[in-house]
Each structure stands twice: as C-alpha cells, then as structure tokens.
T-cell receptor, first 117, second 113 residues
Framework: NAGVTQTPKFRVLKTGQSMTLLCAQD?????MYWYRQDPGMGLRLIHY???????AKGEVPDGYNVSRLKKQNFLLGLESAAPSQTSVYFC????????????????FGPGTRLLVL | DAKTTQPNSMESNEEEPVHLPCNHS???????IHWYRQLPSQGPEYVIH???SNVNNRMASLAIAEDRKSSTLILHRATLRDAAVYYC??????????????FGQGTELSVKP
C-alpha cells in the first residue's frame, strides 16, 4: 500500500493563479481531510469529507474549495491564490467509525509545499 | 472544542526516558486523548491514544490522570529519531463532527546524543 499520497510536492504560484492539490489514498478510507500548516504552528483543518460526494468546512475554509468525486481522491482547489495561502498542505484519511468511542487514527500524506508570490 | 496546553519545547538525552506533559482541564467525558508526532519535513503520525486507563504500545506509554485533566506521554528510551514535535489532541467521539483533530502548537522535543 502506498498509503496517502499528495501531488505535487512543491509548487510556486503567482497571486491570482489557480491550482488543484490532489490527495489519493489506497486504504479504502471513508474520511479524508485537508490541513494547512504555517511556520511554527500546528495544523489547521481546512475542509473534510465523511464519504464520497460529501464535503464540510473546517476551521479555515475561506479561499479554498474541495471535491470528493471518488472515494479514494480528495481535491483541494485554490481559485485565486493569495500570498496568505503560502503554507504546507497536508492531507489525511481514516476509516469510518459510526459508534461513540470509535478510535480510528488519521494517516497523513507527506505534504505539499506551496509558495504564492 | 476543548483545548490542550503543552510546553513549547523539551530536551532529553539519548536512551533516557522522556515525559511529555499535557494539560486539558476542559476535557469532556467523551473526548479521547490522542498523541501525534511530526518529524522534520514530514506529515504527522499517530503515536498513541486513550480514554481513561493508561495505555502502552510499541512506541510509547500514555498515563492519564484520574480526573482526566492532564496526561503524560512517556517515551521509555529516547533515540535521535524521536526528535519531533509532539501534539496532544482531544478528539471528540461524536460521529457528526467527522472525527476532527484540533492541533495545538505542540512540544518540540530535541534529543541529545
């Protein structure tokens, strides 16, 4: 199993450009997440999905859109990049747990480093 | 969401035990305590989790206070590869919250040879 993979590893954008970050997992996990991490800080949740065709907002969703057309893929889009979106983006996935007390852990990808000039 | 408080940094010597503290005084009865760590230039990885009882696995031990307002991650013999940022996270178990993890700033652990 490759686990969670992210494409691309690094990207430089100019302000106003658009791009899509791809996250793929081969573990048949239901839940997927997009986080961003700014220097010296912990991760902040952007959007997440609890299953194919569903998405929900996290802590910092503004300026981002997401789609989950296939169970194994979770796409993060920046329609008009801004310098404030310079960050490292991490994707994660975990299996579903529908009962109170579920204990599934999240599996993280290696990250995408994005620089917006 | 209940919050956690951790020291910004800690130092340890190689092959000695390390105790990483975490305070979570506003924890609710259904919050699990999770620990993740992030090695340099990598994504976070799961370390251990617990609810009320102390837990052990191959990576670490988790000691949870009786009132659950604090916990301690124990690395029994620190190695240079354990140098990382360690995050203590309270994870709600309510299904409709999507199992979100709320990361704090974590504790940066450095290990000296």
């Amino acid at each position: 199993n490759a686990g969670v993979t992210q494409t691309p590893k690094f990207r430089v954008l100019k302000t106003g450009q658009s791009m899509t970050l791809l996250c793929a997992q081969d573990m048949n996990h239901e839940y997927m997440y997009w986080y961003r991490q700014d220097p010296g800080m912990g991760l902040r949740l952007i959007h997440y999905s609890v299953g194919e065709g569903t998405t929900a907002k996290g802590e910092v969703p503004d300026g981002y859109n997401v789609s989950r057309l296939k169970k194994q893929n979770f796409l993060l889009g920046l329609e008009s990049a801004a310098p404030s979106q310079t960050s490292v983006y991490f994707c994660a996935s975990r299996p579903t747990g529908r009962s109170v007390g579920n204990q599934e852990t999240q599996y993280f990808g290696p990250g995408t480093r994005l620089l917006v000039l | 969401d209940a919050k956690t408080t951790q020291p910004n940094s800690m130092e340890s010597n190689e092959e000695e035990p390390v105790h990483l503290p975490c305070n979570h005084s506003t924890i609710s009865g259904t919050d699990y305590i999770h620990w993740y760590r992030q090695l340099p230039s990598q994504g976070p990885e799961y370390v251990i989790h617990g609810l009320t009882s102390n837990v052990n696995n191959r990576m670490a031990s988790l000691a949870i206070a009786e009132d659950r307002k604090s916990s301690t991650l124990i690395l029994h013999r620190a190695t240079l590869r354990d140098a990382a940022v360690y995050y203590c996270i309270l994870r709600p178990t309510i299904y409709n919250q999507g199992g979100k993890l709320i990361f704090g700033q974590g504790t940066e652990l450095s290990v000296k040879p």
